[in-house]
């Protein structure tokens, strides 16, 4: 009897997701886990410093997956170790928070999900305080939340792999290998190395679009397009004192969906570091002259712009009002995911060649399904994934819909927020400059997307409540709209 070979290109929490459930439900198999690293993307989701756990979704699916590996991440032995519970608090439009609450009661959770006012938010929790709520009345809490550690549940998870048998290969796949039937083979590494397999399985997150592109230029059946996008969002840290470590024992993980620039603070973990991360997400399109189509990669840098950095900033002091603007932001990076154009997965054999499956499509909200995915992997490549469900995540869908949760793609591009002079990055296009004034003045200067100062000029606003101005003319209001526009799908 032939031997099954899995190849999983990819060692994110798809890939090694899927080598975990493998390892543990198919006896005598070869299961080959390829990266191009040591052990993972140094600039994708799945390598990070702490990932939200929640179980909002509006859509039906993805709330009882969520709801079943929240269970998990609490009270498996093996991944309950990475888990801490937290508060989760929303703030910003609330009409799906709302449906989800009633969607919630209706299959039975009781868990103390509610809405607060903004009085009694303040109240809950001094440290937010400062925060620009602009004219809420309210925000929704879920006292039954989480987080856990991403870089350490991923690297854990690696080792139990190799326990039970996974093999490494540090390698990048440049190609796909194809027969003259047009099926896979395996793949081809950049070093020209041959590795074969029964199973082949793309793992590789926001690099899957290239790789299938220069794979088969000419196949129809695998171009790309805006089916499947390297989507990339910003993140930024700051060290804690001990004395602020102890001061924020009580935050809770904030998703502040207001104002021009979305974003998200999470508790500091163990060692001190606190995780702000941005909503507001971009693409890095292309034309791919081989196959004559227009995609999104990540680019061939983890440069930092300027406009990204203030932006991270812009969220910090968002949050937590002038506190939040004292910070030193110790380091930032760009996060690349691939994102569905409708924002749900792909999980799913490749109609056009046999042997070939997708396991993609994290879309910037997959990380907390860490537990389960690889079941659900296991289970489309077993054929017996749930019907409505291979329906759902099939790379021949229709991608017009989107889930209900995350619907929005990234409106940004990478060019666009960038500086073309070839510095460092700050003389960056798009960015908004300030320059604080006595009392409650602040002088702006708004600059455009091609670097240039606006026609609107310089002009005094003044502040006005919790993150609110008043005073600014209508040229540029419009200006603000085209620079900070964007937000988008939520990286959690």
Known sequence: MEIKVFLIVGRGVWG????????????????????KSTWADQCGPSVDVNKIIRVEYEDPTYL??????????REDTFWSQFYHAAEKLTVGELESQKRIYA???????????????????????????????????????NPNSGWA????????????CVKLGVEQVHATASRILFNDLGDCLGV??????????????????????????????????????????ASGCVEAVVKLTAEQHNSMNSLPITIHDIGPIYGEV?????????????????LNSIHHPESQQRI?????????PMSMKQESRRICSDIFGTEGRDWDLESYRICW??????????????????????????????????????????????????????????????????????????????????????????????????????GDWVEERWVGFDGRKLDSGESKLQRCGEGRWEGVVEEQRRNLTLVESGAGACCV
Request: net charge negative; charged share 30%; aromatic share 8%.
């Open 337 to 438: 995911d691939a994102f569905a154009h409708d924002g749900s997965w792909i999980i799913s054999p490749l109609p056009a060649a046999q042997n070939l499956y997708l396991a993609t499509g994290g879309s910037f909200h997959s990380w907390k399904f860490f537990p389960i995915l690889g079941e659900l992997v296991c289970a489309m490549l077993h054929g017996t994934l749930d019907a409505e469900m291979q329906k759902k995540w099939h790379w021949e869908r229709d991608m017009c819909v989107g889930n209900g949760d995350v619907d929005k793609k990234p409106e940004r591009e990478w060019r666009d927020l960038v500086d073309k002079s070839g510095d460092d990055g700050d003389g960056v296009r798009g960015e908004k400059k300030e320059t604080r004034m006595d």
């Open 16 to 35: 090694v997701s899927t080598a975990y459930h493998l390892a543990k439900t198919v006896p005598r198999c070869r299961i080959i886990l390829m990266e």
């Open 188 to 229: 081809l590494t950049d070093e020209g190395e041959v590795v074969t397999a029964t199973h082949t399985i793309i793992a590789a997150g926001a690099s899957t679009p290239k790789l299938l592109a220069d794979s088969a230029p000419g196949r129809k059946g695998f171009r790309v397009e805006d089916r499947l996008m």
């Open 266 to 282: 999470l508790p500091p973990n163990h060692d001190g570091y606190l995780k702000f991360a941005s909503e507001s997400t971009f």
């Open 103 to 141: 969607q919630m009661r209706e299959i039975g959770i009781t868990d103390d999900a509610c809405f607060l006012s903004i009085k009694e938010t303040k109240q809950r929790y001094p440290k937010l305080k400062g925060m620009a709520y602009h004219d809420l009345k309210e925000t929704y809490l």
């Open 64 to 73: 009882q997956l969520a709801i079943r590996a929240q269970k998990v991440w």
């Open 149 to 160: 550690d991403g870089t350490k549940a991923l690297k854990r998870t690696i080792d139990e």
């Open 296 to 304: 999104s990669i990540p680019p061939a840098t983890d440069q930092v």
